[in-house]
């Protein structure tokens, strides 16, 4: 019976190791979004670097005049969206008198223009 129990306590030892050496190994939720975050950001560095050519042949997308197509439309809206936020702003700024004025102004450019063309 004595071996039965060496046998037992040498089972439970092992056991006992390998569940202190799981609970070493176990990462916090912090942890654990600390690994993804840096294997993310290594990952994404090499593709950018090119460093994936292994996985992925780069010529495809360089040859592919669709997606400069898409970013030129991408870069388009861009240019448009910046330029109709600008206008909006500057009628922001603008008071009801300045207004009149600039309307004033092109209507009286408006009239010498049909005085020129009438005479």
Known sequence: MMGSDHQDDA?????????????RETLSA???QDQMDQFT??????FLLGEDHEHLDYSKIDNDETLD??????ASH????????????????ETPKSFW???LAALDGQLDE???SDA
Do not use: C, F, P
């Not at 089972?11 to 609970?23: L, M, R, Y």
């Not at 197509?69 to 991408?74: A, I, L, N, S």
């Open 78 to 93: 861009d240019a448009e969206r910046d330029k109709l936020n600008k206008e909006v702003d500057d009628l922001r700024k």
């Open 11 to 23: 089972t439970n030892g092992a056991h006992s190791t390998a569940k202190q050496h799981n609970e």
């Open 101 to 103: 004025r600039k309307d």
């Open 30 to 32: 912090t942890e654990m």
């Open 114 to 116: 049909l005085e020129k």
């Open 69 to 74: 197509d898409h970013w030129q439309r991408e």
């Open 41 to 46: 950001y290594i990952m994404q560095q090499r």
